[in-house]
């Protein structure tokens, strides 16, 4: 039997290498400044941070665990880690505080923290013992929100020998979530594994983890609901019912910029709370395919600011604008844009979002904002959960795109009469 090795002074500390699953072996001293660590319940993951944070501890890093409430984190990540330190044979190397929620290295006073993201004053004056803090790790990161992961971004200042890592864990609830934004823009749909110089994301499910019982396997593949299936049991993101756009997905379209000639622009006004949003369109019609090759998402823009962003993401193409701001539409115009306005009329949302139903829609990876809101865009629910036929949620790009099609969703419906 191999054994993992971590080096401590004044001793070396040999724990068995069996005491984790195969599959995380690999990462006990993976260096990315950003690790996602994602999949099904069960797979055993929280269990493998855990104790990668007490082996940490023993080599001299601090690390603070967060969870989006304090008070869930004894009953989770505090008994964890106390149950890795056991199952290691380290607990004796650390001084434990129930009171204060910490581990304390006996050697070199490198600590383990845990703080909920309910305080957040507390998280601003946190400080180690010993040493800066080196690792974050946020535990079912998507109850957190994006705040939160920039204001944890901060706490990880200060010189250290080690490399400062922030950890997320969680299931993969929906595309819509902003983890997905901000990670997975380079994910392939399926995969188990991507890696770069700063980033490393880890899929896992219940059939990695082989200290589970069969009953405990058996009740993983049992699950009948598509959603719940989808997520815990295979561990890739969810698709939520109710969903308006379901077909879409997301490529490299780098190579189709370069050469799509049937362009559509599309330009929905905004300023400050709203965006200005434009969408930059390749239609074929012959495969039924729409491909969203750009985006652009800007705030707080006047209209000859905007007009010179616009200059360059649209060129001469016209720009299909919101009917809306007949007001800007004339100032873009007269700033040299060719910025038509949208006819719109009666039903005009409803046949949009009908003509868009009927394309298979590939959005280039680099449109994280698309992507989100094709992702949220979803029908209004009753009192007993059925959908009503009244579209919600973000719609910016959406509006963009259908004022963008819309002579060609209108000569499709002149064409069936």
């Known amino acids: 039997m191999g054994t993992a090795r971590r080096a401590v002074a004044p001793r070396r500390i040999v724990v068995p290498r069996d005491a984790f699953n195969a599959c995380y072996l690999l990462w006990l001293d993976a260096r990315q400044a950003r690790q996602v660590f994602f999949g099904g319940a069960g797979s055993g993951k929280s269990v493998f941070l855990a104790g990668r944070a007490v082996l940490d501890a023993l080599t001299g890093r601090n690390t603070l665990v967060v969870r989006r409430v304090a008070r869930t984190l004894r009953g989770s990540c505090y008994n964890e880690v106390r149950k890795a330190a056991q199952r290691l044979g380290v607990l004796r190397h650390f001084r434990e505080s129930r009171t204060e929620m910490s581990f304390t290295c006996r050697h070199n006073g490198a600590q383990i923290l845990f703080l909920g993201l309910d305080d957040v004053e507390k998280i601003k004056?946190?400080?180690?013992?010993?040493?800066?803090?080196?690792?974050?790790?946020?535990?079912?990161?998507?109850?957190?929100?994006?705040?939160?992961?920039?204001?944890?971004?901060?706490?990880?200042?200060?010189?250290?020998?080690?490399?400062?890592?922030?950890?997320?864990?969680?299931?993969?609830?929906?595309?819509?979530?902003?983890?997905?934004?901000?990670?997975?823009?380079?994910?392939?749909?399926?995969a188990r594994l991507y890696k770069d110089d700063d980033l490393l994301i880890v899929r896992t499910t219940h059939r990695d983890n082989r200290f589970l019982s069969d009953d405990d396997r058996r009740a993983y593949e049992a699950e009948r609901d598509p959603y719940y299936h989808r997520v815990y049991t295979l561990g890739e993101w969810g698709e939520l019912s109710g969903q308006v756009f379901c077909g879409w997905h997301a490529e490299d379209l780098s190579g189709l910029a370069a050469r799509a000639d049937q362009l559509r622009i599309g330009l929905d006004f905004g300023f400050?709370?709203?965006?200005?949003?434009?969408?930059?369109?390749?239609?074929?019609?012959?495969?039924?395919?729409?491909?969203?090759?750009d985006e652009l998402y800007l705030r707080g823009l006047s209209n000859a600011r905007l007009a010179e962003r616009l200059r360059v993401f649209?060129?001469?193409?016209?720009?299909?604008?919101?009917?809306?701001?007949?007001?800007?539409?004339?100032?873009?115009?007269?700033?040299?844009?060719?910025?038509?306005?949208?006819?719109?009329?009666?039903?005009?949302?409803?046949?949009?979002?009908?003509?868009?139903?009927?394309?298979?829609?590939?959005?280039?990876?680099?449109?994280?904002?698309?992507?989100?809101?094709?992702?949220?865009?979803?029908?209004?629910?009753?009192?007993?959960?059925?959908?009503?036929?009244?579209?919600?949620?973000?719609?910016?790009?959406?509006?963009?795109?259908?004022?963008?099609?819309?002579?060609?969703?209108?000569?499709?419906?002149?064409?069936?009469?």
């Open 272 to 293: 400050s709370q709203d965006p200005a949003a434009a969408v930059r369109l390749h239609l074929d019609r012959k495969r039924g395919r729409v491909y969203v090759l």
């Open 125 to 190: 004056s946190l400080t180690p013992r010993s040493g800066p803090l080196t690792d974050i790790w946020m535990e079912e990161a998507t109850e957190c929100r994006y705040h939160d992961l920039k204001q944890l971004e901060k706490r990880l200042r200060g010189r250290s020998r080690h490399k400062k890592r922030l950890t997320m864990s969680f299931n993969p609830v929906s595309r819509g979530h902003w983890l997905y934004r901000e990670y997975f823009a380079g994910w392939q749909e399926g």
């Open 314 to 417: 649209a060129g001469d193409h016209p720009i299909v604008c919101d009917s809306a701001e007949p007001k800007s539409i004339a100032e873009l115009r007269s700033l040299g844009l060719r910025a038509l306005a949208a006819q719109k009329g009666p039903d005009s949302l409803r046949h949009g979002i009908r003509f868009l139903q009927g394309l298979e829609i590939i959005v280039d990876r680099r449109c994280t904002h698309t992507m989100a809101e094709l992702q949220s865009y979803r029908w209004r629910q009753d009192a007993s959960g059925g959908c009503l036929p009244i579209p919600e949620g973000d719609d910016h790009l959406i509006d963009a795109m259908r004022y963008a099609l819309e002579q060609d969703s209108r000569r499709q419906r002149a064409q069936a009469l």
